[in-house]
C-alpha cells in the first residue's frame, strides 16, 4: 500500500517570494516515484516535477525543485520566485514499482498575491 | 499530437441513467486509467488496464464499468448513475516499462452532474 499526505489545505505567498509546499509519503516499495502535479483553476492536470527514490541528488526544473529527503520520507515541493500564475492546486502523488497506480494527495491551494 | 482527449467535457444526469465516458490516447500507451476528483479528496483511482483485453479495479469502482478492446480507447461505463458520482473524471496514460518515472498524462476532464 502507499499513501501520501499534504497537511496543507491553503497557503498564501506574496509575488516574487518563494514558497515550500509539504509532503510526506509511505510505501513498502524500495523503489518508487514522487510526482508534483499543478491544477490551475481551469481544471486540467499539468506534470511539473519527478523524483526517483534512487536519485542521488534533488530534481529541478526550472522555478521548481524537489527537497527530497528519504529518511524523514518526505518529497516538499519548492516555488521560487512565486508568480500570479503559480496560483492554483498542487498535488503530490507516488507510485511504488510495484503499484498498478498513481496515488495522490488531498492536494495543497497555493494563492499568489500581488 | 492530441494525447489523451476525453469526451464529454460536461454531462449532466438524472439518477438511474446511463451513460459513457469516452477516452482515447494516440501515444501507444499500454496503461489507461480513470480517476475521479472530488472536493478535499484528491485524485482516486477507479479503473486501470494494463493492455487491450486487462483490466482490474481500483479504489472507487462501485457504480463504473470499463473494457479495453484496443489499445487507443478505455470508456468508462457508469450503468444507474447516482448523486455520489457527481464529480470530475479523468483519464490519464502512461508507458508501462516497469520503470517508475513514467509519468501519467491526462485529459481535460469530465464534469459530471447527477440530479
Known amino acids: 500500500a502507499q499513501k501520501i499526505t499534504q497537511t496543507q489545505p491553503g497557503m498564501f505567498v506574496q509575488e516574487k517570494e518563494a514558497v515550500t509546499l509539504d509532503c510526506t509519503y509511505d510505501?513498502?516499495?524500495?523503489?518508487?516515484?514522487l510526482f508534483w502535479y499543478k491544477q490551475p483553476s481551469s481544471g486540467e492536470m499539468i506534470f511539473l516535477i519527478y523524483q526517483g527514490s534512487y536519485d542521488q541528488q534533488n530534481a529541478t526544473e526550472g522555478r521548481y525543485s524537489l527537497n527530497f529527503q528519504k529518511a524523514r520520507k518526505s518529497a516538499n515541493l519548492v516555488i521560487s520566485a512565486s508568480q500570479l500564475g503559480d496560483s492554483a492546486m498542487y498535488f503530490c502523488?507516488?507510485?511504488?514499482?510495484?503499484?498498478?497506480?498513481?496515488?495522490f494527495g488531498k492536494g495543497t491551494k497555493l494563492s499568489v498575491i500581488p | 499530437n492530441a494525447g489523451v482527449t476525453q469526451t464529454p467535457k460536461f454531462q449532466v444526469l438524472k439518477t438511474g441513467q446511463s451513460m459513457t465516458l469516452q477516452c482515447a490516447q494516440d501515444?501507444?500507451?499500454?496503461?489507461m486509467s480513470w480517476y475521479r476528483q472530488d472536493p478535499g479528496m484528491g485524485l482516486r483511482l477507479i479503473h486501470y488496464s494494463v493492455g487491450a483485453g486487462i483490466t482490474d479495479q481500483g479504489e472507487v469502482p462501485n457504480g463504473y464499468n470499463v473494457s479495453r478492446s484496443t489499445t487507443e480507447d478505455f470508456p468508462l461505463r457508469l450503468l444507474s448513475a447516482a448523486p455520489s458520482q457527481t464529480s470530475v473524471y479523468f483519464c490519464a496514460s502512461r508507458g508501462w516499462t516497469g520503470a517508475t518515472n513514467e509519468k501519467l498524462f491526462f485529459g481535460s476532464g469530465t464534469q459530471l452532474s447527477v440530479l
Open positions: 510505501t513498502s516499495d524500495p523503489s518508487y516515484g
Open positions: 501515444m501507444n500507451h499500454e496503461y
Open positions: 502523488a507516488i507510485w511504488g514499482a510495484g503499484s498498478y497506480q498513481l496515488t
